[in-house]
């Protein structure tokens, strides 16, 4: 009996070693029910692979479906993320006759969910008919408003429900370990999905997307079953709340926050511009199947996960938050080279090794730049912070995305009508114009950060806190 203690000791001592954030479990939420309830997020993270890589490639290539309309679909989704604050006050105050906040906003945007994905194939496979391509494109649009909307309103209400079941010293780090959950779900399904549509058919089309959200709906019940105890509490209406304009002026007082959200946006737009193209770049140019171009989008998430690691470990150790972000702007800017040198050399390994380092360098410029707008707020600013940061980096992800696929079409169309000349007179000329620009972004980027560099509150580094984002982008 001793013994066995003691090997389950040392067994529970190496998972806390190595499965990182382990120790956000208790012994009143322990691992095991972390773990389901992370479940949520791997239906995101499936869910993102969907919408940001595989649909784009397969509607511009096998469908023939213009890029600037793919883009534009692609980004209306990130329609619903602005709302995201509103959705989670919404379930801080919601009032059940069953006793649940969280549980009806994570129910109804499992059913939008669902409902997007279930009528997302039929209406892409009527964009491609020219007669049904008007009723197809107002169709799509509202299958992909459904699947965003239910997509936020899930991760939100999700990640409330987990800082209401974890207390205050283990929640970031159980947050953290639901964002570890988003990434290994967009890898593991990546993976699948390229298996499964290696061979492409609308039929199989369609099984996949169905497919996915009948999986969707049941992790989602899966993670949420159980989770929340039903009260009678009732939130109070006399908890002070000032005013915008008040809470406003105090935080941009800070002297460095408005050129740090500047440097925000310029990043998420150097970043996300290539997010509808990374994948048709590798079926259009280097002619890869949807199968092999799928497999981008795991890379990138390996690099993601790759950075956001790193970072941990840095922040750990006292690294400035914005030096991480300026190692991830760098990193961005030779994955970028990578991309656009794959075409010429006609390699897809070059292309994978830089949609992985993109995945790196977002990963690190991310948790630099919202770790310093935490370290930016205070008592009465933390939620504006946390707010500006992320309507910045959504705003400017959005425009980015829909910016890129106008721009491909646009040079593309100019160069292969011989309007740039004979050298760049090929299909490629619009993807490595986009490249170069989120290089130049990239750049300009460094140029905004660098003097911000030891300018943000040395007590994080002089404490080497450990790593945890209760407000992780996700």
């Given amino acids: 009996m001793a013994q066995r203690q003691a090997l389950s000791a040392k067994w529970s001592k190496v998972a806390l070693t190595w499965l990182p954030f382990a120790d956000a479990a208790s012994a009143e939420i322990p691992l095991s029910r972390l773990l389901r309830l992370s479940l949520f997020q791997v239906s995101v993270g499936m869910m993102t692979v969907l919408l940001n890589g ?161 999986l969707t709906f049941f992790l989602n019940v899966i993670a949420l079953w159980k989770q929340e105890a039903r009260s009678a509490a009732i939130a109070s209406a006399e908890t002070p709340r000032p005013a915008f304009t008040e809470v406003w002026q105090s935080f941009v007082a800070e002297p460095i926050t408005m050129r740090l959200l500047v440097a925000v946006g310029l990043g998420a737009t150097a970043f ?34 790759v950075g956001f690691t790193l970072s941990g470990r840095w922040l750990s150790r006292g690294m400035d938050a914005l030096r991480i972000a300026g190692f991830g702007a760098v990193i961005g800017v030779a994955a970028f080279m990578l991309v656009i040198f794959a075409a010429p050399l006609g390699s897809p390994t070059a292309l994978l090794a830089g949609a ?64 740039l000349g004979l050298t760049l007179a090929n ?20 140029v905004v950060l660098g003097p911000l560099v030891g300018q943000t509150p040395a007590a994080i580094r002089r404490e080497g806190r450990s790593f945890g984002l209760t407000e992780f982008p996700t």
């Avoid at 699948?192 to 061979?199: D, N, Q, R």
């Avoid at 490629?428 to 300009?444: Q, R, S």
Wanted: aromatic share 8%; net charge neutral.
């Fill in 54 to 214: 595989t649909l784009n490639r397969v509607m511009i290539v096998e469908l023939g479906i213009p890029a600037w309309l793919v883009s534009l679909m692609i980004a209306i989704p990130l329609l619903a993320a602005p709302f995201r604050a509103l959705i989670g006050h919404k379930s801080d105050v919601h009032r059940s006759v069953l006793g649940w906040r969280r549980v009806p906003f994570i129910w109804f945007g499992t059913l939008m969910q669902f409902g997007g994905l279930a009528i997302m194939p039929f209406a892409l496979l009527l964009m491609a008919r020219p007669e049904l391509f008007a009723i197809g494109v107002a169709a799509s649009a509202l299958a992909f408003l459904l699947a965003g909307f239910g997509m936020h309103t899930t991760q939100t209400a999700g990640l409330a429900l987990t800082g209401d079941l974890v207390d205050d010293e283990r929640r970031p780090r159980a947050v953290a370990l639901l964002y570890l959950a988003l990434l290994a779900g967009m890898m593991i399904a990546a993976l699948v999905i390229g298996g499964l549509l290696a061979h492409f058919t609308p039929t199989r089309l369609v099984q996949v997307i169905q497919g996915s959200a009948i």
């Fill in 272 to 305: 996300s511009m290539q997010d509808a193209l990374l994948e048709p770049y590798g079926g259009e140019i280097l002619g890869l199947s949807v199968g092999a171009t799928t497999f981008l989008t795991g890379g990138w998430s390996l690099g993601a996960l």
């Fill in 356 to 419: 992985t380092g993109i995945g790196a360098g977002a990963g690190l410029f991310l948790v630099g730049t919202l770790t310093t707008a935490m370290t930016l707020a205070t008592e009465k600013t933390s939620g504006l912070a946390l707010g500006a940061w992320g309507a910045v980096q959504t705003t400017f992800a959005g425009l980015a995305i829909a910016m890129g696929g106008v721009l491909r079409d646009l040079v593309s169309s100019l160069a292969v009508s011989d309007e």
């Fill in 427 to 446: 299909r490629a000329t619009g993807y490595a114009t986009i490249y170069i620009i989120e290089i130049c972004l990239l750049l300009a980027t460094l």
